[in-house]
């Protein structure tokens, strides 16, 4: 008696639209599993026995007077129903004695229409003889030999169509996920859930070694009789990495932008930290620089898993990470593309230093992408008033520490871009109305 009382309740939760009518499963061993169906397939409800042997199956009507008519139907759909025969009425209470398994009921109680489907799980059982590891398996899958039953248990709804009622049979094994917070591969539990089983069963390669775990099904579990196999030990070869490209940044006012915010490169010289993250089964790592997208032609190789480097060449250039194995199983980054401009040098022609607003108070050039360069201005009578081999740097309008006259001075440059391109050039700088603080003096003249 104890037995009945949850199966009468899971009925009333299947059932709460078909008013007070109830189903229920009498002289069932094991719990009656109740699977809640879709709308569209026209049932209200699908019940899972662990067999039908000794089974019988209740309805109460809702009126006490009414006789409902029993029908059964197989995979063929609602459209093909028989009325069933041998039904015992007892008041509100019809029952169907020895019940069978793997079809519907239609149970028509005046208007009210109840449909369900019984599936007799001791027909489809899932057996788990073994599970191995195979020699097929690759650096991208693993294969597993299943040797057991796990066939698709199918249900049909009221139009005919067949559905399927998954096993969720686990399969459960660790790999390794790389986390961004930490910066650090770590250990991370898989566990895939499968329908059914037809055959062999493949995954992705885990990135550690691990054992597989097959346990189920589903149905089982609820009987507690759930099954489980372990395979022996599986040693990862399959490799991969996490990588990142930091661009050091510079804050020069009078470098000319390159135009694309969030790709590395630009103006040269152009620093690039990378630094890769490898997984359990590396033993060759390298990164590697080419100047072709294909690395046909690798012109720099290097071991660490960090280093910083310096480009310098117009153009664009290749970088990736490559790691790999035993020999067997090889894996590449991502391919940065570092992009280098063509280079260029603007030279204003006048500025006017000590001024008090600190607009145009000091000459620099504009440039991009210059990786040598001199600089040195001289004032009319040819005494040099300051050198710097920056672009980034300037002349203040000093000699000795003093704001030089206004009138003309002269700059001679030598540089010479990523490109290849030099530049030799000469021109006038006018200073032009400024406010000195003290004596004009003689500094410069």
Request: glycine share 8%; net charge negative.
């Amino acid at each position: 008696m104890n037995l009945r009382i949850p199966y009468i309740f899971l009925a009333i939760l299947c059932y709460a639209s078909a008013l007070a009518s109830t189903v229920n499963f009498i002289g069932n061993r094991h719990p009656v599993i109740q699977e809640k169906a879709a709308a569209s397939t026209g049932l209200n409800c699908i019940y899972v026995l662990h067999d039908t042997e000794g089974v019988s199956i209740s309805y109460t009507a809702s009126n006490g007077d009414s006789r409902p008519q029993w029908l059964v139907y197989d995979n063929r759909g609602g459209g093909f129903a028989v009325p069933v025969d041998n039904i015992v009425y007892s008041g509100p209470v019809s029952t169907l004695n020895n019940a069978a398994g793997d079809c519907g009921y239609i149970i028509e109680d005046g208007s009210t229409r109840t449909y369900f489907w019984v599936t007799d799980y001791s027909k489809h059982r899932f057996t788990l003889n073994s599970l191995l590891l195979s020699d097929e398996s690759n650096c991208s899958s693993v294969k597993l030999d299943f040797s057991g039953n796990a066939e698709p248990i199918y249900y049909t709804t009221i139009n005919g169509q067949q559905k399927e009622l998954s096993r969720d049979i686990e399969l459960s094994y660790s790999t390794l996920r790389f986390d961004t917070d930490s910066k650090n591969y770590i250990l991370d539990d898989v566990t895939t859930q499968l329908d059914h089983i037809l055959s062999d069963i493949y995954v992705d390669s885990p990135l550690t070694n691990t054992n597989f775990i097959l346990s189920g099904d589903r149905f089982l579990k609820a009987w507690n009789e759930e099954l489980q196999f372990e395979t022996p030990i599986y040693h990862a070869n399959s490799v991969s990495a996490y990588t990142e490209a930091e661009q050091l940044s510079r804050d020069n006012d009078n470098e000319q932008s390159s135009g694309s915010t969030g790709s590395l490169g630009g103006s040269a010289p152009v620093e690039i930290d990378f630094t890769a993250w490898v997984t359990d089964a590396v033993v060759f790592k390298e990164w590697q620089i080419a100047r072709d997208s294909e690395f046909d032609l690798i012109e720099f190789r290097e071991n660490n898993l960090s280093f910083s480097h310096i480009f310098r060449d117009a153009g664009n250039t290749y970088v990736r990470f490559a790691a790999n194995a035993d020999g067997t199983c090889t894996y590449y980054s991502t391919t940065y593309d570092i992009s280098i401009g063509e280079s260029d040098i603007k030279c204003p022609n006048a500025f006017s230093p000590g001024t008090e607003d600190g607009v145009n108070d000091i000459w620099k050039v504009s440039y991009k992408s210059i990786i040598s360069f001199e600089c040195h201005i001289f004032n009319r009578w040819g005494q040099k008033m300051c050198s710097f081999n920056n672009p980034a740097d300037g002349w203040d309008g000093k000699y000795k520490g003093k704001v030089v006259p206004s009138g003309v001075y002269y700059y001679v440059i030598k540089a010479k871009g990523a490109d290849g391109r030099s530049y030799n050039l000469k021109g006038d700088i006018n200073i032009i109305n400024y406010e000195r603080s003290g004596s004009p003096g003689t500094t410069g003249s």
